[in-house]
């Protein structure tokens, strides 16, 4: 496509314009203008006719794959290449999905002469986890006489990742991650003596009795002592749910409920308004989880146990078994930087009998999920009961807004705000219950500040790993 560029328009004004007013108030001076204008055109025609070689042998290339945190400087290397290896100057745009924010719209570059391949680095913030594609590049070159500009689109095939921003909370855990090698090593007294069998040694005055091993010492005719190590490699998965729950706001009040939770934006206007719309709304609880669940893989990593994940809504979505490494991490990263919540009541009877029978060894099973709702929470506590006697199970929930008993807060001044304050009181009543049943079974039930999640949870299980619970 070919544009106008200002000198067209300039010059234009300078020969067209003042000339036709001039032959109108003298006609004498007509053949001025006509030859002016002749010239101005046979100018921009031949110029026109050159303009297509502006972009000849021009291509832009982009990696496959790029990787990007959430809410942080990203930069999007580009290759272009210029095989006639003259200078040049283009203008170069990306049209960037409307989650991903660039620096600029549009940039002027310099090719030099003599070289066939140019590197430059487009930044951007992207705003919104997820997984976008960048499927063209706008290019436009100037004519030689610079009256015209060529546009054209070359195709891309470049795949963003957006994955969750983990150093705000990474942050807040500096000691947990800081590797200090073996500066400053000192021994650190291990509470308990472990589970798992090491090996058999002679039976020494003051052994428990428990602690004999009475097959060996029949065998061997003497007292065996068994000695146990502490557990190193335990499995720890993390349950998230994915459902509706999980879709309301993480400050609370953006419940989706009945026809309009299929959609969380009005269906009018274009999909860039939409999604700038989406922007601008605050992060669901979802989000939360996502950053708490990859944190927490990262704390498992450090003290030596195998994390695993699990997300479900109406069905048991993604099933990753727990491992350690590198490369597991990055799996089980890969499965939560795209994961959305579905407008769905979650399945926690689907979700019980899959964990049964997949997970065969005593396990850590992290829950975040939200149980405000009576019916669900009836649901829950029916089915856990598949897993609390082998499994060691922690419900965490995100502290609903207005979630304090009635009269806590002094500054009520109208009848509006006391049935507000009321409403906060029986739901944080049946939470209570809630609880005290839960803790009956075995399992511990938290509720947790939206802001602390990740370092709570963290904590949580620092705190089962030294009390040996598993």
């Known amino acids: 496509m070919i544009v106008p560029h200002n000198r067209l328009l300039f010059w234009v004004a300078v020969i067209i314009l003042p000339g036709s007013l001039l032959a109108a108030i003298e006609p004498a001076t007509a053949w001025f203008f006509f030859g002016g204008t002749g010239v101005l055109f046979l100018l921009a025609l031949l110029d026109a006719l050159n303009a297509r070689r502006s972009l000849s042998g021009i291509s832009v290339e982009a990696p496959s794959v790029v990787r990007t945190s959430q809410?942080?400087?990203?930069?999007?290397?580009?290759?272009?290449?210029?095989?006639?290896?003259?200078s040049r100057q283009l203008r170069l745009g990306l049209p960037l999905p409307g989650a991903i924010q660039p620096k600029q719209e549009d940039m002027w570059i310099a090719l030099p002469a003599g070289?066939?391949?140019?590197?430059?680095?487009?930044?951007?913030?992207?705003r919104k986890r997820g997984k976008y594609r960048l499927a063209s590049a706008c290019l436009?070159?100037?004519s030689p006489f610079g009256f015209w500009g060529v546009?054209?689109?070359?195709?891309?095939?470049?795949?963003?990742?957006?994955?969750?921003?983990?150093?705000?909370?990474?942050?807040?855990?500096?000691?947990?991650?800081?590797?200090?090698?073996?500066?400053?090593?000192?021994?650190?007294?291990q509470v308990g003596k472990g589970r798992e069998f090491e090996q058999l040694r002679e039976y020494i005055p003051g052994?428990?009795?428990?602690?004999?091993?009475?097959?060996?010492?029949?065998?061997?005719?003497?007292?065996?002592?068994?000695?146990?190590?502490?557990?190193?490699?335990?499995?720890?998965?993390i349950v998230i749910d994915a459902s509706r729950l999980s879709a309301r706001t993480a400050q609370g009040g953006g419940v989706f409920t009945g026809n309009a939770s299929h959609r969380a934006l009005p269906t009018k206007g274009s999909a860039l308004e939409q999604e700038t719309l989406a922007l601008e709304q605050p992060p669901t609880i979802l989000e939360r989880f996502v950053t708490a669940a990859l944190v927490l893989g990262l704390a498992a990593e450090q003290q030596g146990d195998l994390f695993g994940l699990v997300t479900f809504s109406d069905r048991v979505e993604k099933f990753i078994r727990a491992r350690s490494g590198k490369v597991h991490y990055s799996a089980c990263r890969d499965a939560l930087y795209t994961l959305e919540p579905r407008i769905v009541t979650p399945d926690f009877d689907e979700l019980c009998s899959f964990l049964r029978?997949?997970?065969?060894?005593?396990?850590?099973?992290?829950f975040l999920t939200s149980l405000d709702d009576s019916v669900l929470a009836e649901s829950f506590l029916r089915n856990i009961e598949l897993l609390r006697g082998q499994h060691l199970i922690l419900v965490n929930m995100v502290q609903p807004p207005g979630l304090i008993p009635v009269f806590t807060n002094p500054n009520v001044v109208s009848l509006d705000e006391l049935y507000q304050h009321l409403g906060g009181h029986l739901l944080w009543q049946k939470l209570r219950e809630l609880e005290r049943v839960l803790q009956r079974l075995g399992i511990r039930f938290s509720l947790l500040q939206n802001e602390r999640l990740s370092a709570e949870l963290v904590s949580q299980y620092l705190s089962v790993k030294k009390r040996q619970l598993l």
């Open 71 to 86: 809410d942080r400087e990203a930069k999007l290397p580009l290759r272009i290449c210029n095989q006639r290896q003259t």
């Open 357 to 366: 029978l997949r997970l065969r060894r005593r396990a850590l099973l992290v």
């Open 151 to 189: 546009r054209k689109q070359v195709a891309l095939d470049c795949e963003i990742r957006v994955y969750p921003n983990l150093l705000t909370e990474r942050k807040s855990l500096a000691a947990l991650f800081l590797h200090r090698g073996l500066f400053g090593v000192h021994v650190q007294r």
């Open 115 to 126: 070289a066939e391949w140019s590197q430059m680095d487009w930044t951007c913030w992207p």
């Open 140 to 142: 436009e070159g100037t």
């Open 207 to 237: 052994d428990g009795l428990d602690e004999v091993h009475w097959k060996a010492t029949a065998k061997r005719g003497h007292p065996i002592t068994k000695i146990f190590q502490v557990e190193r490699t335990q499995e720890v998965y």
